[in-house]
């Protein structure tokens, strides 16, 4: 998850959601990123006055290209559900499990989950909108119920909501760390330990805002690892989630000079100038939302992972 740079509440009746958001970006960047709509629709939501900008009372008229401080609170005020201003597209993707409350799909390393600058086409989102043209809605909104991220990156198991109870349900599993989340990791180097824990605060890097790091006034951090195998220079990692950072594993793992194969932010080696970082989204498990069932998926470890000349 992005580390609190703010929030966005919005509101479906007395209810009132929040988002974490970092103050380096354009209004409707925000509201389109937070909310899961285009970001033309965002500017339309600005524009007819429904975002508001508390302690702030200097600003007659916001505009979409405005930039909010770090603590400003942005209030954005729903319509009646509509279609979102997305036009779906087909984008491939498995999936593994569904039923009437929720998805879980496979997610395939260089597809981008939300619209984003630079992404406005060919999403994840994109693509559920049109293979579950029914699902939502969320938030007053026809979208789909993103419970969590994975990056563009990433490959592998992802929970999608079909209704907005089950999402509540499965964001509050979350944030109480219910949900087990196993990962697959490709590192560099050879371990002296094969298990361990690495608890270190994250947050943003003082430095490039694009990148995490590991800071004394981070968020608590914690990460289980255990190597499966090493061989010429290079490890398959396992990895548990034990908190939903951003970037957490790539984080911590290079940390401890282990960054992962592919990871050129965080000082890994690119080996196929793909953009693939070589972090896979293994194992699933928790208990269903709505049936009271405990469920687990686990994800086959990509041919790339097994195939990959490790890097000089």
């Known amino acids: 998850m992005p580390t609190m740079c703010g929030s966005i509440e919005g509101h479906v009746t007395e209810k009132i959601e929040n988002f974490s958001v970092c103050a380096e970006q354009r209004l409707d960047v925000l509201v389109s990123r937070h909310l899961g709509v285009t970001r033309s629709f965002a500017q339309k939501l600005i524009r007819n006055g429904r975002v508001e900008l508390r302690k702030i009372t200097s600003i007659s008229k916001i505009k979409p290209s405005y930039k909010p401080n770090v603590d400003t609170i942005i209030s954005v005020s729903v319509p009646p559900p509509e279609t979102l201003d997305i036009e779906p597209e087909d984008v491939p993707f498995d ?62 198991l992802m929970l999608v909501a079909r209704e907005q109870k089950t999402m509540e349900l499965l964001q509050k599993a979350f944030a109480e760390r219910q949900i087990g989340k196993k990962y697959i990791a490709l590192v560099h180097g050879s371990f002296a330990q094969t298990e361990g824990i690495i608890e270190k605060p994250i947050g943003r890097h003082p430095h490039n805002r694009l990148k995490m790091a590991v800071v004394d006034d981070g968020r608590p951090s914690v990460t289980g690892y255990r190597v499966l195998w090493s061989r010429r220079g290079v490890s398959l990692v396992m990895c548990n989630l034990f908190t939903g950072r951003t970037h957490q594993i790539r984080v911590h793992m290079s940390d401890i000079g282990h960054p992962l194969i592919g990871d050129v932010l965080y000082g890994g080696k690119d080996v196929n100038s793909s953009g693939r970082v070589f972090l896979h989204s293994w194992k699933l498990a928790f208990t269903h939302p709505v049936t009271g069932v405990p469920m687990s998926f686990t994800s086959y470890i990509p041919r790339e992972f097994l195939e990959v000349k490790p890097p000089r």
Not at 106 to 135: D, Q, S
Not at 140 to 145: C, I, K, L, Q, T
């Open 95 to 156: 999936v593994i499990y569904e039923d009437d409350y929720l998805l879980v799909i496979n997610k395939p390393a260089g597809l981008v989950v939300h619209p984003a600058p630079g992404h406005w086409r060919g999403t994840l989102v994109h693509g559920l909108l049109f293979r579950y043209p029914n699902i939502g809605p969320f938030n007053n909104v026809a979208r789909p119920g993103i419970v969590h991220r994975l990056d563009a990156g990433t490959s592998g």
